[in-house]
């Protein structure tokens, strides 16, 4: 199901237009040493903006990947200077393509290209199976934690 929405969202959606856009913007943000990591950022976000559908944004720690410490900054300055404005932007043409009934399957991919574009930095693409799996784990440690500090006596 997931290759017949991708094929298309490719072809009719906006799928090929958007990966195109997300590819020419990482580029160019590949060209300045600062850049380099929102670049790549935008390189991520073109092969989601492609084929979205089976796919889930996850925070990298969940995978048991270290984040970089400057990440929150980076993210900060993300959102301050393009997430913002390219999150709404993906959320209104989301809107738009939930008016028909057609049209709601490229509004959840819209919905999905505005949480990835506002703040893109330690988050991974993942098949959704693996992201239910590193959720349930993530959730099974947290709430390990509370029940050894229920059981540890201060």
Sequence with gaps: ????????????????????????????????????PFG??????????????GKELIDARKLGENRIVTTG??????????GLWLAISHAVAGLLCCITIIGIPFGLAHFKLAQVS????????????LASA?????????????FKKQEDPI
């Excluded at 009719?12 to 913007?25: E, K, M, N, Q, V």
């Excluded at 900054?73 to 393009?82: D, E, P």
């Excluded at 590193?134 to 509370?146: E, G, H, I, S, T």
């Design 134 to 146: 590193a959720n349930l784990r993530d959730a099974n440690k947290q709430l390990d934690k509370c």
């Design 1 to 36: 199901m997931a290759f017949a929405g991708n094929l298309l969202w490719f072809v009719f959606g906006g799928g090929f237009f958007a990966c195109l856009f997300w590819l020419l913007f990482g580029l160019i943000l590949c060209i300045t040493v600062i850049g380099i």
């Design 73 to 82: 900054l980076a993210n900060f300055l993300w959102i301050i200077l393009a």
């Design 40 to 53: 790549i950022a935008s390189f991520r976000i073109a092969s989601f903006a492609a084929f979205p559908f």
């Design 118 to 129: 506002f703040a893109p930095l330690g988050k991974r693409i993942v098949s959704k199976h």
